[in-house]
């Protein structure tokens, strides 16, 4: 028994941190599939987003968004994104009707979404964001993370945005994010309450809560594509205005 | 002298055996942990040629180059084999032993391979993938993964050649080596139509720097300037 301490002690001095990641922490399961339902009975999907508080904009957006509102009536309803396929910046598949795969481990967690954007990675091994001066700008922004009991705490920079937000407001450069994951109903639902500050879109940090449904543990993912090069995808995209 | 020589022995048995854990721990469900970022090196791939079927080895290389840059100008998912290409890779084994998610910098969704037992989906209501559908299940030491379901979405050219088809059938093979500082990934390929032998290469990748990140290499199919040098002629 002594000796077989002395080597436990021995073989850790040997490899430092090795001994902790190997031994698994008792923290929440929020792995799997995730979707979004309608609970709040809104009758249509784009609906339950309508339930979510309007963001305290600053004039200049508000400006913006009522000129793209003016484009839509006037038939500008496909933007240039879409008939592009251009990448789904953040936060715009945690919204989206695709379920979404969470893959955990005690060092990084990666939300994997179906749409045409990229995985996004939460590291969970203590790194903080890099300096300003050599931040890379990205669509899901750099993420780290931590758990506060049940909660897992995700803090991120970095985004290079142009996406828009719940509410009415949009990610920038400047965006800066707090979410707070929590499973609910023994597992069953997942609570992810979004916090957005930044100084040049929100008078004050714009707070929302999403909810996701566990899918059933056969589910496997799609691929959810978007041709931009596709007569039929072109097809739909009518050269404006739009009838 | 003969037991400091057993303690050393043991402990360097120990310490071998978490040396191979690049980051994060083994599962309930996987005796080993391959979870991190990999990366290829200069040494990292063996590819012998493939022994085509007389109908491949008489297509047009150059059908096969032109799609696969087409669907490089267009965005298009990439798919295997091509994610596993780049580098670094980030392996992600789930804590529960259910999924490994395998990620990379492109504009593409990850490879997920299921580990909860499940079979195949059925062929005539699965949606054929870029990725294609891929189930995993340990052998001692090595991960089997056995993928089937692939479109044609994405490059589809082969190392060592012939190219992904929806009739492909891949088995992978991922096991660490040299106490978790390599890990070798055995890629064996059959398609009746493709192949007249099973087309087996190895890629071993290192495990990436300690922090290393993933990045995004987005991908803008309304750039004029970038579709004119993907199709045109080098150099003009």
Redesign the interface.
Known sequence: MKNFGFLLVASAALSPGLLAQSVPAKLPDISGFWERKDDAGSGSFGGTLEKIPKASLKPEIIETNRQAQAQQQAGYVVSFGSRWCLTNMYPFFMQHSAAWDIVQTQDEIVLVPEVHTFARHIYLDGRKHPDAAVLHMTVNGHSIGHWEGDTLVVDSVGFSGGGGTPGGGRTSPNSHLVERFRLLDNGKRLSVTFAWDDPTVYLKPHTYELTYHKSAPDTYAFEEYCHADDPAQAGSVVEPPQK | MK?SAL?CA???L??AA??Q?P?????ATSPK?I?GFWELHFDSQNVPPAALTAQAAAEDPAVQYKHDM?EIR????FGVPHVMQSSPI?I?????G????I?T?L?N??R?I?T?G?GH?NPDTF?S???G?SIGHWEGDTLIVDTIGF?N?GPTQIPGGGRRTPDSHLVERYRLMNGGNQLSVTFTWEDPKIFAKPHTYEFRYYPAPK?T????F?????DEARAKYLLGAPGK
């Open positions: 037991k303690l043991v402990a360097m120990l310490t978490f040396a854990t980051r994060g721990g083994a599962t942990s979870s087409n267009w965005c298009h998912f980030d992600l084994q789930n804590v529960n259910k999924e490994i998610v990620t910098s504009r969704p990850g997920h299921y909860d499940r989906v949606d993938a870029s990725n559908h479109s979405e922090g990140e993933a990045r995004e987005d991908c803008n199919a309304s």
